[in-house]
C-alpha cells in the first residue's frame, strides 16, 4: 500500500458527460500529480499541483481540469468525455513541487487508480 | 495495471533464473530514474531508483544499471519469482522545471514456474 488513495476504483459513463476522480495523497506530502494510462499511449503526465496550486502542466486536455483544496486531496475534473477519454487514471504524490524545491530524489507514489469507460 | 501499448515489449523467464530488463532514454537531462513495478489492476510500484551521479545500485534482489554514455538503464532481478509477473516500467524525471516523471514503454515480465 502506497499511502495515496483515489476513488472511485471503477467509472462508466456517456459520452458528452463529467466526472469527478478524487485523490488523497501520502501523510506529509505536498505534491499530487495526475497521469493517463491508456493502450496506445503509455503513461503520460497530466498535471501536477503542489499546495494547492498548480505547479505543471503536461498533456491535459482542455476539456480536463484539475484542482487541490486545502487538505492537500485533489480532483481531476473531466468533461464532454469522449470514448478516446476512456483510460486509467493514476494520482502520485510527493514531497517536493518543482525540481529546485526538493531532493532529487523526490520519489513519486502512486495510488491505485481509477478505470474510466466511456460508452 | 492493464497492458500498456499494443506493442509492449515482453520477456519470459524460468522461475529462479535472473531476469533483465533494459530501458533507454534520450533525454540527457534527466538525472533520476526509477523503476516501478505494475501488476494487474494496481498502480505502479516503486521498486528502486538511482541518480545520475551513480552507475549501479542494489537492492533487495534488484540491481539497477546506468549508462549515461549511451543513456542506458537496466533492472536485474535475482531469482525470479511468479510474483515478479508484472509490466515494468522505467521512468525519468529532469533536472530543471516540473518534477513530473516521464515512463518509457514499459516491458512485460512473465515468469514460467
Known amino acids: 500500500d502506497s499511502g495515496v488513495t483515489q476513488t472511485p476504483k471503477h467509472l462508466i459513463t456517456a459520452t458528452g458527460q463529467r466526472v469527478t476522480l478524487r485523490c488523497s495523497p501520502r501523510?506529509?506530502?505536498?505534491?499530487v500529480y495526475w497521469y493517463q494510462q491508456s493502450l496506445d499511449q503509455g503513461l503520460q503526465f497530466l498535471i501536477q499541483?503542489?499546495?494547492?496550486?498548480?505547479?505543471a502542466k503536461g498533456n491535459i486536455l482542455e476539456r480536463f481540469s484539475a484542482q487541490q483544496f486545502p487538505d492537500l486531496h485533489s480532483e481531476l475534473n473531466l468533461s464532454s468525455l469522449e470514448l478516446g477519454d476512456s483510460a486509467l487514471y493514476f494520482c502520485?504524490?510527493?514531497?517536493?513541487?518543482?525540481?529546485?524545491?526538493?531532493?532529487?530524489?523526490?520519489?513519486?507514489?502512486f495510488g491505485p487508480g481509477t478505470r474510466l469507460t466511456v460508452l | 495495471g492493464e497492458s500498456v501499448g499494443l506493442h509492449l515489449p515482453t520477456l519470459s523467464v524460468q522461475e529462479g533464473d535472473n531476469s533483465i530488463i533494459n530501458c533507454a532514454y534520450s533525454?540527457?537531462?534527466?538525472?533520476?530514474f526509477i523503476w516501478y513495478k505494475q501488476e494487474s489492476g494496481k498502480g505502479p510500484q516503486f521498486i528502486i531508483d538511482?541518480?545520475?551521479?551513480?552507475d549501479k545500485r542494489q537492492g533487495q534482489r534488484v540491481t539497477v544499471l546506468l549508462n549515461k554514455t549511451v543513456k542506458h538503464l537496466s533492472l536485474q532481478i535475482a531469482a525470479t519469482q511468479p510474483g515478479d509477473s508484472a509490466v515494468y516500467f522505467c521512468?525519468?524525471?529532469?533536472?530543471?522545471?516540473?518534477?513530473?516523471?516521464?515512463f518509457g514503454t514499459g516491458t512485460r515480465l512473465t515468469v514460467i514456474p
Open positions: 502520485a504524490s510527493s514531497v517536493a513541487g518543482l525540481r529546485s524545491e526538493g531532493p532529487i530524489t523526490d520519489t513519486q507514489y
Open positions: 501523510s506529509g506530502d505536498l505534491s
Open positions: 499541483y503542489y499546495n494547492g496550486e498548480e505547479r
Open positions: 533525454n540527457s537531462a534527466s538525472d533520476y
Open positions: 538511482i541518480r545520475s551521479n551513480m
Open positions: 521512468a525519468e524525471t529532469r533536472q530543471t522545471g516540473a518534477n513530473n516523471l516521464f
